[in-house]
């Protein structure tokens, strides 16, 4: 019985090498290669190859397209040393002696699913169904939702 993954790399090959990937799996084991504090700020482009130098030269000296979130570019270039090391190391041979950074504005890594917390309200209102007076009760909620409706605002955002 042959496995998934073997097909699977077979069947991406083509798509992988026209978009600059030599190997697909530079794109699947990112976190891997880089760590996973760097792969969560960052995604990898397309390798681009020196032109007119042969087949040889094609598979060496390459300069990776990284992407980064907003904010994060400065971090990335420190790291970019790290990154053609390990990159090169994945690969086998000095693949990469570049890397471009590209901060993308559209960062669009989907969030981790976190298991879901109660919310600050169902907390309050467990809180407040301790107090056995009404009219204290209704106090303590007025007084909640007040704090509440002060702390959604942003001074930024005035």
């Not at 600059?20 to 990898?44: C, N, Y």
């Not at 020196?50 to 790291?79: I, M």
């Amino acid at each position: 019985m042959d496995t998934l993954d073997k097909h699977f790399r077979a069947l991406t090959r083509l798509a992988f090498a026209r978009h600059g990937f030599a190997q697909g799996e530079v794109a699947a084991r990112w976190p891997e290669i880089v760590g996973d504090a760097l792969a969560h700020v960052t995604a990898p482009g397309r390798i681009s190859w020196p032109r007119g130098q042969g087949e040889a030269a094609q598979k060496s000296g390459g300069t990776l397209s990284v992407r980064t979130a907003p904010g994060r570019a400065l971090e990335t270039q420190y790291a970019v040393p790290r990154i053609i090391e390990r990159l090169n190391g994945f690969m086998g041979y000095a693949a990469i002696a570049q890397v471009k950074i590209v901060q993308a504005a559209d960062w669009p890594k989907p969030a981790a699913s976190r298991p879901t917390l109660p919310t600050a309200k169902t907390v309050h209102e467990q809180e407040l169904a301790r107090i056995s007076d009404d009219e204290l009760r209704a106090s303590f909620a007025r007084l909640g939702c007040a704090v509440a409706a002060r702390a959604q605002g942003s001074p930024q955002g005035k």
